[in-house]
């Protein structure tokens, strides 16, 4: 098995949205859950966690440090999970649950390469 890495943009226009009614953001958070714990129930879920949305930006080799990440909704990354998978294919099958698909969002597959020292 393979470990990648699974990175959860955008979205967040209709998330907010959802918000507003406490009983429609409870069914959304719930969809995420009971997507997670299947993916435990396989043996596929490594972890994951929500990102805040504030940070900061280290750039170029003076190391300079600005706010951020500032980019436009749908290209932040709000959050992602570790997985474990055959291969890409079943990796992306994995992810193709995902509710972040409600709201427009994108998931990014990354398989993590294993550094070798």
């Known amino acids: 098995m393979k470990e990648f890495l699974l990175l959860f943009r ?3 226009d209709n998330r907010i949205a959802a ?3 406490p009983e429609k953001w409870q069914q959304h958070m719930m969809k995420w859950k009971s997507w997670m714990e299947a993916l435990g ?5 490594l972890s ?3 990102l805040a949305q504030g940070g900061s930006v280290i750039r170029g080799g003076k190391k300079v440090v600005t706010d951020g990440p500032f ?3 749908k290209e932040i990354v709000g ?3 570790m997985i474990k998978a055959r291969d890409l294919g ?3 099958d994995l992810s193709k649950n995902c509710p972040i698909f ?3 969002g994108t998931v990014e597959v990354r398989e993590v390469q294993q550094l070798e020292m």
């Open 48 to 50: 994951g966690q929500p």
């Open 102 to 104: 409600e709201f427009d």
């Open 71 to 73: 980019v436009e909704g």
């Open 10 to 12: 955008g979205g967040d």
């Open 90 to 92: 079943e990796a992306v």
């Open 79 to 81: 959050g992602y999970l």
């Open 41 to 45: 129930k396989q043996g596929k879920f």
């Open 19 to 21: 918000q507003q009614s």
